[in-house]
C-alpha cells in the first residue's frame, strides 16, 4: 500500500486498480453518441446550446463536438454539492452561470455521469426557468442502479448516454476522486489505499 501511494505522486496510472473502458472504447462509444446527437441536431431549425457541467465533462464534450457536425454554440456551468467523499449530499447549487442566453433554445447538458440525478435536476429546472425550449441530456456515464430522481427532459429533449456504470465509484475521463485523475485518458476503478476519508467528490 505506502508503495502504491508513493507510486501515485509521480503518476495517476499508479492509482488504477482495474480499466472499466479503454481509450479505445471510449473514443469508438462517443464516436458513437455524436453521430445519433448530430443526426438530432442537423433537424433542428436553429442552432443547439450545448451546455456542459464542470469540470467532469471537460474531455467529453470536448471529444462530443468536434465529432458533431451541426451548428452550435458551447457554454458552462458549475453544479457543486455540499457532498464528501464518494457521495454527493442531494442539496446542489449551481456555482458558475452561463454566458449564453437559452431562452428559446434547445439545449444539450452534456454530463460526465447521472448518479443519484439530484444534480441533473437541480440543472433541469434551473435552465427551465431560463427559458429554454428544450432540454436534452447527454451523459457519459450512467449509473442508473443509484437514481433517487428521476432525470425529467423538457419538450422534445432526448436522452443520451455512453455507457451504463456499474454500481461503484469510477475515475478518469474527466471524473475525480478529490480533484485529481481526471486527465487519465480511460475510465477505472481506483486502489482501495487511495481513498482517504475526508475528501473526494
Ligand atoms: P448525482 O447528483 O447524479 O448524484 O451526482 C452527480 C455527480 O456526482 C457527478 O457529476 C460526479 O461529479 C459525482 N459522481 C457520481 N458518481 C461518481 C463516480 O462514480 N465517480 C466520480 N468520480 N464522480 C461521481
Ligand atoms: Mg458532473
Ligand atoms: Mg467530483
Not at 438530432?40 to 442552432?47: F, I, K, M
Not at 450545448?50 to 469540470?55: E, K
Not at 454566458?99 to 440543472?123: P, Q, R
Request: with cysteine; glycine share 8%.
Amino acid at each position: 500500500p505506502a508503495a502504491a501511494a508513493a507510486a501515485a505522486m509521480v503518476s495517476a496510472e499508479a492509482g488504477i486498480d482495474r480499466v472499466l473502458w479503454t481509450e479505445a472504447e471510449v473514443a469508438a462509444r462517443v464516436g458513437d453518441v455524436a453521430a445519433e446527437l448530430e443526426a438530432d441536431l442537423r433537424a433542428l431549425p436553429e442552432p443547439a446550446v450545448v451546455v456542459g457541467v464542470a469540470t467532469g465533462a471537460f474531455l467529453f464534450l470536448a471529444d462530443l463536438v468536434r465529432r458533431v457536425d451541426a451548428p452550435l454554440a458551447v457554454d458552462f456551468v458549475r453544479v457543486e454539492s455540499y457532498g464528501q467523499g464518494t457521495e454527493s449530499s442531494g442539496k446542489p447549487r449551481i456555482t458558475a452561470d452561463l454566458k449564453v442566453d437559452v431562452a428559446g433554445k434547445h439545449v444539450v447538458v452534456v454530463e460526465d455521469i447521472v448518479d443519484t440525478g439530484n444534480t441533473l435536476s437541480c440543472l433541469i429546472a434551473h435552465l427551465e426557468k431560463k427559458g429554454a425550449s428544450s432540454i436534452s441530456v447527454c451523459t457519459f456515464l450512467d449509473k442508473p442502479a443509484r437514481r433517487k430522481v428521476n432525470v425529467q427532459l423538457v419538450g422534445d429533449g432526448k436522452f443520451y448516454s455512453g455507457f451504463e456504470c456499474p454500481d461503484c465509484f469510477v475515475v478518469g475521463y474527466g471524473l475525480d476522486y478529490a480533484e485529481l485523475y481526471r486527465n487519465l485518458p480511460y475510465v477505472g476503478v481506483l486502489k482501495p489505499e487511495m481513498y482517504t476519508k475526508d475528501s473526494g467528490n
